[in-house]
């Protein structure tokens, strides 16, 4: 069973991607700001965490990074998830250390896929 961090403020996104989860029988950690998700992460150290680059407090490219400079999280894949689509947010997600970059609008069940693919790869 892995520890999924979700952070978005799209409370049924969140709601919607956990479900799915949890029916896989993960442990599902839902924060709908970046500075909670942020705290979140370093609290439970997820397996993965699947992060809305446009959320309160922190933006998703700035918890990617807080992610990825801390000693105890920085081989944690993160997943973005976000509806900026343009070459130059592509290449902020590269620069931050994002292991994967999905766009909004999305298919639940992909994520899903995707997320275990990189669950197993780990």
């Known amino acids: 069973m892995s520890t999924i961090l979700i952070a978005d403020d799209q409370v ?13 029988g993960h442990r599902v950690i839902e924060v709908h700001d970046g500075a909670r998700a942020f705290e979140a992460a370093q609290r439970d150290i997820p397996d993965l965490v699947i992060l809305d680059v446009m959320m309160p407090e922190l933006n998703g490219y700035q918890v990617c990074r807080q992610i990825k400079q801390d000693r105890g999280l920085a081989s944690v894949p993160v997943v ?9 947010d592509r290449f902020w997600g590269g620069e931050v250390g994002a292991e994967l970059y999905l766009t909004k609008p999305i ?9 275990q693919g990189l669950l197993e790869a780990r």
């Not at 049924?12 to 896989?24: E, G, H, T």
């Not at 973005?80 to 130059?88: G, H, I, P, R, V």
């Open 12 to 24: 049924d996104l969140v709601s919607i991607l956990a479900s799915r989860f949890r029916a896989l």
């Open 80 to 88: 973005l998830l976000t509806a900026k689509d343009s070459e130059a």
């Open 107 to 115: 298919d639940p069940a992909e994520v899903v896929k995707k997320v």
